[in-house]
Nanobody, 126 residues
Framework: QVQLVESGGGLVQTGGSLRLSCAAS????????VGWFRQAPGKEREFVAA???????YYGDSAKGRFTISRDNDKKTVYLRMDSLKPEDAAVYYC????????????????????WGQGTQVTVSS
């Protein structure tokens, strides 16, 4: 079992930046890919970005060019740096771990992910 805890959310002005963290604990985190998803009120949960164990990364359209995902395997932590934030980026951001054995694999489908954190709120004021 893996536990994921997100942090770093908060209130930021349009154009500002935030760095979210996803800290993992528990049985094992080896080879897992980690993704970030977000969900705004009344909307479906959507893919933001993901990173493989070997740091292959993949971004959703909303994140390309503005967000950067990275990981520190020794610290069992994945980060999401968000720049040039817009009001439409406001949502609860969730990190999730994919229990894949392929160290290079990174996926974007919600149903690929096995463990989820509780989420952290990001609010962007206009």
């Amino acid at each position: 079992q893996v536990q994921l805890v997100e942090s770093g959310g908060g209130l930021v002005q349009t154009g500002g930046s935030l760095r979210l963290s996803c800290a993992a604990s528990g049985r094992t985190f080896s080879t897992y890919a980690v993704g970030w998803f977000r969900q705004a009120p009344g909307k479906e949960r959507e893919f933001v970005a993901a990173i493989s164990w070997t740091s292959n990364s993949y971004y959703g359209d909303s994140a390309k060019g503005r967000f950067t995902i990275s990981r520190d395997n020794d610290k069992k932590t994945v980060y999401l740096r968000m720049d040039s934030l817009k009001p439409e980026d406001a949502a609860v951001y969730y990190c999730a771990a994919d229990r894949t054995s392929n160290v290079h694999y990174v996926g974007s489908a919600i149903n690929e992910y096995d463990y989820w954190g509780q989420g952290t709120q990001v609010t962007v004021s206009s």
